[in-house]
């Protein structure tokens, strides 16, 4: 079996099989329409887009500060140890950093939402996204 979801094991899938594909499909399509995803969607973007956009000018100033300041980046801090080593491993501590955020962002933000979404598309009771899925109760 293949994970490209196209070996049908030399048969050609049933028209339910079929229906049901594009139903999937109409539905998924109706879940990305939908408002909670719409707002799930901006709320992950305002959050990632800004950060990453932080995060590289503090790594482009890093580079331009390695390549045209290198006595600045000289700059003894506690022995051996310069300026240039101590920004160097502030990289290392941002990117950890940016990680807790989003997860603990995420946690607050974004899986409260992403959860009613999956709960309405999985036919939870009182579903109106999941109640034409096929084998859905209704």
């Known amino acids: 079996m293949t994970t490209t979801g196209w ?12 229906e049901a594909r594009e139903s999937r499909s109409g539905l998924h399509e109706r879940v990305q ?4 995803f719409r707002e799930l969607r ?26 045209y300041a290198r006595e600045l980046m000289a700059t003894p801090v ?8 101590v920004i160097g491993l502030a990289q290392f501590v941002t990117t950890f950093a ?3 955020g989003y ?13 009613r979404i999956r709960e309405q598309v999985e036919g ?7 109640a034409d899925r096929p084998g859905a109760a209704r």
Do not use: C, H, K
């Open 124 to 130: 939870a009771p009182g579903s109106q996204l999941g």
């Open 7 to 18: 070996d049908f094991d030399g048969e050609l899938p049933s028209a339910d099989e079929a």
């Open 33 to 36: 329409a939908g408002p909670e």
């Open 78 to 85: 506690l022995g051996a140890i310069n300026l240039g080593l």
């Open 42 to 67: 901006r709320r992950m973007r305002g959050f990632a887009f800004p950060m990453v956009a932080a995060f590289l000018l503090w790594y482009l100033a890093f580079v331009l500060l390695a390549s």
């Open 103 to 115: 997860v603990r962002y995420a946690e607050r933000r974004l899986d409260p939402l992403a959860a």
């Open 98 to 100: 940016l990680t807790a």
